[in-house]
């Protein structure tokens, strides 16, 4: 494989490509970080770059963080652990870690629990009840659901 330079890229550059892989989705700090070492740029050039993103409101943490939470609880079933592990792996601040998750609805947030463990029960038939039990209470603790919340929630509780 045949070598090839890598292109280097003015501020001016630099501002146009960090503003469309911002106004693509959400993005946190971190992420924006990658996303301008990626492009080449270090130093000074890279914290003007970062500043200029938070001038330009293209990152704002607070809105990052409600996005991942909705998102992740919306699409993929996460409850608010496996959520606050996600954001804080992002290195979002506390503050914003509490911002994003006020944004699920209490409501819902114990309907999708109760859906996901009834999937489960139903997956697990014919399996002994204290497997089977078990086995809802694993799946909910593996989506991010609390123990304590699981083991109440989990199917067959009233059996």
């Not at 290195?91 to 999937?119: F, I, Q």
């Not at 609390?146 to 083991?151: D, F, L, T, V, Y």
Request: glycine share 8%.
């Amino acid at each position: 494989m045949a070598w090839q330079a890598k292109k280097v890229f003015t501020l001016e550059d630099g501002r146009t490509a960090l503003e469309r892989y911002c106004a693509y989705q959400e993005r946190c700090q971190s992420e924006v970080k990658t996303k301008i070492a990626s492009l080449g740029f270090r130093g000074d050039a890279a914290d003007q770059l970062l500043l200029d993103a938070f001038a330009a409101d293209w990152v704002n943490e607070e809105r990052f963080a409600r996005a991942y939470a909705r998102g992740k609880f919306r699409s993929l079933g996460w409850g608010r652990i496996k959520i606050t592990h996600g954001l804080r792996a992002k290195g979002v601040s506390a503050a914003c870690v509490a911002l994003g998750l006020s944004e699920l609805d209490p409501e819902e947030y114990e309907a999708t629990a109760r859906l996901r463990g009834a999937k489960e029960w139903e997956a697990a038939s014919g399996v002994p009840l204290h497997q089977r039990r078990f086995k809802v209470e694993q799946a909910l603790y593996q989506r991010g659901f609390e123990s304590e919340w699981a083991r109440e929630t989990a199917p067959g509780r009233e059996e």
